[in-house]
């Protein structure tokens, strides 16, 4: 749940979905759920030429398993913030697995 | 003598952060150090890491994105190896793509 | 509702509410592109779509095909966008028939493949993982 909830700190930035088939669609975050499937609104996408179909699209809901990478803007993550939160959640989940 | 045929139990104390008992643990020992990853794709990152979880996503800054291509001369049909490279300020790299992570190297 | 659910929009089915009944281009992962109206869907994004067609882009042309209703399996969803109706009618495309738009662009793929199969093979060589197929890519 770590990024999932990082991503919703980040709900009204503006990011870069980068998908694995390599289209590139830089909007506004509107929403995340568990899987990490990304709403965007107000969609630009970096090489329109490639993609005619996405000339008519103004919001869409992209699913978490096809992402490669989000890109992100600097200011908006504290970085100090998410290494305790990643130290935290590990340290949890591994002795929640021994227990189990 | 039945407990020598029992696996080690689970330590009562915390295990000290700085051990390695499973894979992970060493993700979890660089934190805040610059590691490499190679990916699916052709695609080799290197940058610091600030976050992961257990299916190895994870949020990198100070990226370095390094892309294998081939690209075919069209004339005189000759493969031209060649690395396309950027920079990515802050990223977050999906774990379904990670073949390994490597922790910063040691100083020889 | 999101008013006694405040965080409702952070739930797969919550995200899609909002476009129930809209005009969809769906892209799947085998690259089809599909365009329909959203009847329903679940978490999974399992989706049901009423009068869809089904509609190939090749270089600045576009080619469509009558199909249907068509209930889309979740895991072959890449992407759904909303269809922004003013910019879909003054598209810079020609509309061509639908066998002509395939026939563009099987011979399209067609000098791909060819090139692909070697640049793997180098890749491959170098240690690099090699994708054989489309949908092996996601």
């Known amino acids: 749940m770590l990024f999932y909830s990082f991503f919703k700190t980040l709900v009204g930035q503006s990011v870069t979905v980068e998908l694995k088939n390599d289209l590139s669609v830089t909007g506004t975050l509107v929403s995340v759920d568990q899987f990490l499937n990304i709403k965007l609104d107000n969609i630009r996408v970096e090489n329109e030429e490639d993609c005619p179909h996405m000339m008519s699209v103004k919001n869409c809901f992209i699913r978490g398993s096809v992402v490669r990478y989000v890109r992100l803007p600097v200011a908006a993550v504290d970085t100090a913030l998410l290494q305790d939160a990643a130290r935290r959640e590990t340290q949890q989940s591994t002795t929640s697995g021994r227990a189990a | ?108 | 509702m999101s008013s006694f659910i405040p965080n409702q929009i952070f739930t797969t089915s919550g995200s899609l509410i909002d476009l129930l009944d809209k005009r969809l281009l769906v892209m799947l992962r085998d690259g089809r592109k599909i365009i329909g109206y959203l009847r329903s869907y679940d978490q999974y994004a399992n989706l049901v779509l009423q009068d869809s067609i089904e509609r190939i882009y090749v270089k600045d042309v576009y080619g469509d095909l009558d199909r249907g209703v068509f209930l889309v399996r979740g895991e072959n969803v890449v992407l759904l966008g909303e269809i922004d109706n003013n910019k879909d009618d003054d598209l810079p495309l020609n509309q061509v028939s639908f066998a002509e738009a395939l026939r563009i662009r099987d011979q399209e793929a067609e000098e791909r493949q060819k090139q692909e199969r070697v640049k793997n093979q180098l890749l491959h060589n170098q240690g690099f993982s090699v994708d054989f197929i489309e949908t092996d890519l996601y």
């Open chain 2, 1 to 108: 003598m039945a407990d020598t045929l029992t696996a080690t139990p689970a330590p009562a104390v915390p295990v000290p952060s700085t051990s390695v008992q499973e894979p992970l643990d060493l993700v979890r020992l660089s934190l805040d150090e610059n590691i490499y990853v190679k990916l699916r794709g052709d695609r080799e990152l290197r940058g610091k890491l600030h976050a992961f979880d257990q299916h190895l996503n994870m949020v990198l800054g100070d990226v370095e994105e390094n892309v294998t291509t081939v690209e075919l001369n069209a004339e005189s049909q000759e493969e031209v190896v060649r690395t396309t490279t950027r920079k990515i300020d802050m990223l977050f790299v999906r774990g379904d793509g990670v073949i390994l992570v490597s922790p910063p190297a040691r100083a020889v």
